[in-house]
């Protein structure tokens, strides 16, 4: 069965204080790992798919990067609109029919004071 | 282009009614999906469809039921809500098995 768990629960920063998020997790064949921000009473957003051990992408303050067990979500120098809840999700490899079935983890709650 | 809208996005029903939530979506995809997400609990696979007129059940399908008459719009009804079915519900949409997009919530309350 796919798991995936996400450290810490929560994280509060001090702006500009840089830290990172982290994302384990078991899959029979990753397909992908996924990255989304979620707001309060909002929908997550999608920010990031990862497909291969070594793989990294960057969006303004957030760099994603894949290792075989596990994924982090580097902030660097982040700002008060950073706040958020950050999900991972990983997508398995189905063989030859896939619905693309996420399973997501719990989530890092991210406070970012000014 | 609205991208997924859900509708409503607050409902309180008392133990035994029933209601539909409806997801509609304008970016032509095929797949869609509804998620139920609780404290503690992260987002969780209910039903999905991989085209008009096919569904299929997730992972807690139990007390919902889907219909997808049209490619645009992805419908989840409960037929006799429990208190247990207190949740928020997430739609999603996506091209192909891939990066799905999500609407913003339909918040329930059963009581």
């Known amino acids: 069965e796919d798991q995936v768990t996400q450290s810490p629960e929560a994280l509060r920063l001090q702006e500009g204080e840089s830290s990172s998020l982290n994302c384990s997790y078991t899959?029979?064949?990753?397909?992908?790992l996924f990255w989304y921000r979620q707001d309060p009473g909002k929908g997550p957003e999608f920010l990031f798919t990862?497909?291969?051990a070594g793989e990294e992408k960057e969006k303004e303050r957030l760099k994603a990067t894949l290792t075989k067990k596990e994924s982090f979500l580097h902030i660097t120098a982040p700002k008060p609109e950073d706040s958020a809840t950050y999900l991972c999700?990983?997508?398995?490899?189905?063989?030859?029919?896939?619905?693309?079935?996420?399973?997501f983890g719990q989530g890092t709650i991210l406070t970012v004071h000014p | 282009n609205a991208g997924v809208t859900q509708t409503p996005k607050f409902r309180v029903l008392k133990t035994g009614q029933s209601m539909t939530l409806l997801c509609a979506q304008d970016?032509?995809?095929?797949?869609m999906y509804w998620y139920r997400q609780d404290p503690g609990m992260g987002l969780r696979l209910i039903h999905y469809?991989?085209?008009?007129?096919?569904?299929a059940k997730g992972e807690v399908p139990d007390g919902y039921n889907v219909s997808r008459l049209k490619k645009q719009n992805f419908l989840l009804g409960l037929e006799s809500a429990a208190p247990s079915q207190t949740s928020v519900y997430f739609c999603?949409?996506?091209?192909?098995?891939?990066?799905?997009?999500f609407g913003a919530g339909t918040r329930l309350s059963v009581l």
């Open positions: 999603a949409s996506s091209y192909s098995p891939h990066i799905q997009y």
């Open positions: 899959v029979s064949g990753l397909r992908g």
């Open positions: 990862l497909y291969s």
């Open positions: 999700a990983v997508q398995a490899n189905a063989g030859g029919t896939s619905y693309g079935k996420l399973t």
């Open positions: 970016m032509n995809h095929e797949y």
């Open positions: 469809s991989v085209g008009e007129g096919t569904t």
